[in-house]
């Protein structure tokens, strides 16, 4: 294109912050100067006016000419304040006149009626779904930092996604930071504290939280190897190693349980186990692996 290095550099520039937005949203582009009084008398009434209209999709872009004189000299702009609004690319109309607040809302309006604008409503959102899979399977491998670390960032860029709450919720839980855990469960909205995924991290945490302590935990083996027949015994070692993280010894002392009496304590170990599938996660391939031998016990 027989542009230099610094012009190509201003060209992406550009792309990025101008073009790129206008292709769904109405950008305010206001050519401007730290020396030009006018442009700072105007400034104040350009941002509160994009502030106003920012949900119907109207955002505000400033182009300082001194920093930026070959986008301004492709502009041909020959005074300052220069404000054009720009879609798709192009330009569709310059504002530089309207220098009051209802000038400004009375072309913009003309303006929203013609064009295609997307709402904030309607602007797309960012794909959260592959960081998701990444931090379920970043979990699952028992890397909970890494977990934690990629839905910090889907929380920066989806701050409601109650997937990521929950998850981190989870992640705070395998690193034994319950308190942490708490206070991500505290954030999301009372009307969406049922979803699954909450109510999955919720069980998650109250299993942890009665994690005993390695004595205690190694009396309770004790007492469960010494009485076999005891279900009492057996279902308090099994839900003491599972809030330990021997959820492998959990669900073996379980099965044993209800193969020796599925009714026991009005079915206690199958609903254990039940409980401890939904914590650890339906999809996880451990919670797949015990639920055949569930089966197994149950149906033969």
């Known amino acids: 294109m027989g542009l230099n290095i610094e012009e190509q550099k201003a060209v992406d520039r550009f792309r990025k912050d101008i073009v790129e937005p206008s292709m769904t949203q109405l950008v305010i582009l206001d050519f401007w100067a730290e020396w030009c009084g006018p442009c700072k008398a105007l400034a104040p009434v350009l941002e509160k006016v994009a502030a106003e209209y920012a949900d119907k999709g109207v955002v505000l872009a400033k182009i300082n000419v001194d920093e930026e004189q070959f986008i301004a000299s492709q502009f041909q702009v020959r005074s300052i304040p220069t ?31 013609q064009l295609p604008v997307q709402s904030g409503a309607e602007a797309p959102q960012p794909d959260i779904a592959p960081h998701l899979a990444m931090a379920e399977e970043a979990l699952a491998a028992g890397d909970a930092e890494q977990a934690a670390g990629i839905l910090m960032q889907v929380l920066q860029v989806a701050p409601d ?61 004790a007492t469960a190897e010494a009485n076999p027949a005891d279900m009492d015994a057996q279902f ?65």
């Open 236 to 300: 308090a070692f099994a839900s003491a190693a599972y809030a330990a993280g021997e959820r492998d010894a959990a669900a073996a002392t379980l099965l044993k349980m209800v193969a020796i009496d599925r009714e026991w304590n009005e079915s206690a170990a199958r609903t254990k186990l039940l409980e401890i599938f939904e914590a650890v996660g339906l999809e996880d391939p451990w919670v797949s692996a015990t639920r055949r031998k569930l089966s197994t016990v149950l149906f033969g």
């Open 83 to 113: 404000v054009y609004a720009m879609f798709q690319g192009q330009p569709v109309a310059d504002l530089t006149q309207a220098r009051s607040e209802s000038q400004l809302k009375a072309t913009l309006d003309k303006l929203l009626e």
């Open 161 to 221: 996604s109650l997937e990521a709450l929950a998850g981190l919720a989870r992640c705070f839980i395998a690193s034994d930071r319950l308190d942490e855990a708490a206070q991500v469960l505290e954030s999301v909205p009372a009307e969406q504290a049922s979803d699954p995924q909450v109510e999955r991290a919720r069980k998650a945490l109250e299993l942890a939280r009665s994690r005993p302590e390695a004595g205690e935990l190694a009396s309770l083996r």
